[in-house]
């Protein structure tokens, strides 16, 4: 399908509020609730968009951690779709020539993060290298908010949409008895308070009153998945950067700013910053790299993995 400008505001649109309602939305964008709701059927049946919740690991105080790992050829698939049933991986990627795959773990501080990094992978048959890389800040995506990747929605339409900001002073926790209920929302977060109730078994009342906590509190963020191709993006590449120590900050704050940025964060590591970059070919990937980041003061090594194929993506298996 083709997505004209209309599509594209509903898609800022539900970036700004995962759950904001249709009529909501109509009021912003200017055309009918039916329009927005139709177009929105649309787009999630043939365009993939699809609006998830994910606890925010930041305010949870989860470590983060992105792996990226080398295999003997052949053997990407098998330990990347491993890696994709491990309920503490959010995304799952295989790179390059088809023997890198990169992944995100998050786990709490005091969760199983030994025996998945120091354990069960390095006996992983026909793995040839494993390189962690704990998170230490989020400039970009995620949690942190929407990217700036084609923004139709004026500051006024994004402020008349925006949800209420989080309860700072009541802190973030999730508690056993919210997986049901976590779980449904990961596959779609726009789901009614009477279905996420068939899917928990728990009455709508107290499905209302959780979800209501939970956003308040901070504890959960709302994320769009799009499928960039449908966008005009075919180059979707992952940056491993080594930047001066003190350059870490400006250089961060810089990749933020950019458009083809849709996720960065502070890691450590010999390489210690990581980026996802989304261009429309490989030779606007080259203009990105020469004229935008290779002029960064203090980016002293960039290395590039291009995204083959997401086998786990925002917590689902693909």
Same mark, same amino acid.
């Given at each position: 399908m083709?997505?004209d400008m209309?599509?594209?505001?509903?898609i800022h649109?539900l970036r700004?509020?995962?759950?904001a309602?249709?009529?909501e939305m109509?009021a912003v964008?200017?055309?009918s609730?039916?329009?927005?709701?139709?177009?929105y059927?649309?787009l999630?049946e043939?365009a993939?968009?699809?609006?998830v919740?994910?606890p925010d690991?930041?305010r949870?105080?989860?470590?983060?951690?992105?792996i990226r790992?080398?295999?003997?050829?052949?053997?990407?698939?098998?330990?990347?779709?491993a890696?994709?049933?491990?309920?503490?991986t959010?995304?799952?990627?295989?790179? $390059? @020539?088809?023997?890198e /795959?990169g992944?995100?773990?998050?786990?709490? =501080?005091v969760g !199983?993060?030994?025996? &998945?990094?120091l354990q069960?992978l390095?006996?992983?048959?026909?793995?040839?290298?494993? $390189? @962690?890389?704990c998170? /230490?800040?989020?400039?970009?995506?995620?949690a =942190?908010g929407? !990217?700036?990747l084609? &923004?139709?929605l004026t500051p006024?339409?994004?402020a008349?949409l925006?949800?209420?900001?989080?309860?700072?002073?009541r802190p973030?926790?999730v508690?056993?008895?919210?997986?049901?209920?976590?779980?449904?929302?990961s596959?779609?977060?726009r789901?009614t308070?009477?279905q996420l109730?068939?899917a928990?078994?728990?009455?709508e009342s107290?499905v209302r009153?959780?979800?209501?906590?939970l956003?308040?509190t901070g504890?959960?963020?709302?994320?769009?998945?799009?499928d960039?191709?449908?966008?005009?993006?075919?180059?979707?590449?992952?940056?491993?950067l080594a930047?001066a120590?003190?350059?870490?900050?400006?250089?961060?704050?810089?990749?933020?700013?950019?458009?083809?940025i849709?996720f960065?964060?502070a890691?450590t590591?010999?390489?210690?910053v990581?980026?996802t970059?989304?261009?429309?070919?490989?030779e606007?990937?080259y203009?990105?790299?020469?004229?935008?980041?290779g002029?960064?003061?203090g980016?002293e090594?960039?290395?590039?993995?291009?995204?083959?194929?997401?086998?786990?993506q925002?917590?689902?298996v693909r």
């Amino acid at each position: 399908m083709e997505i004209d400008m209309l599509d594209r505001r509903i898609i800022h649109a539900l970036r700004v509020h995962g759950r904001a309602g249709f009529r909501e939305m109509a009021a912003v964008l200017g055309v009918s609730d039916q329009t927005v709701a139709r177009r929105y059927r649309t787009l999630r049946e043939r365009a993939g968009v699809r609006v998830v919740a994910r606890p925010d690991p930041i305010r949870l105080g989860y470590e983060r951690w992105i792996i990226r790992l080398h295999t003997a050829p052949g053997a990407a698939e098998p330990i990347a779709a491993a890696l994709a049933r491990r309920p503490d991986t959010t995304w799952v990627s295989i790179m $390059s @020539a088809g023997t890198e /795959i990169g992944c995100n773990v998050e786990v709490p =501080v005091v969760g !199983d993060r030994d025996s &998945l990094l120091l354990q069960k992978l390095p006996r992983t048959p026909r793995l040839v290298s494993v $390189s @962690a890389h704990c998170v /230490i800040h989020s400039f970009a995506g995620g949690a =942190v908010g929407p !990217d700036n990747l084609q &923004l139709p929605l004026t500051p006024a339409e994004v402020a008349g949409l925006a949800p209420p900001p989080a309860d700072d002073d009541r802190p973030a926790a999730v508690a056993d008895s919210d997986r049901p209920l976590l779980d449904a929302l990961s596959l779609d977060g726009r789901l009614t308070h009477a279905q996420l109730a068939t899917a928990t078994g728990w009455s709508e009342s107290a499905v209302r009153r959780r979800l209501d906590d939970l956003i308040r509190t901070g504890t959960l963020y709302f994320d769009v998945e799009v499928d960039p191709d449908r966008l005009g993006f075919h180059a979707r590449v992952l940056l491993w950067l080594a930047v001066a120590p003190s350059r870490l900050a400006s250089v961060g704050a810089a990749l933020a700013s950019h458009e083809e940025i849709v996720f960065a964060a502070a890691t450590t590591g010999a390489t210690n910053v990581v980026a996802t970059v989304i261009c429309s070919d490989m030779e606007a990937l080259y203009r990105y790299l020469t004229e935008r980041v290779g002029v960064l003061d203090g980016v002293e090594r960039v290395e590039t993995a291009p995204l083959l194929r997401h086998v786990k993506q925002v917590g689902s298996v693909r």
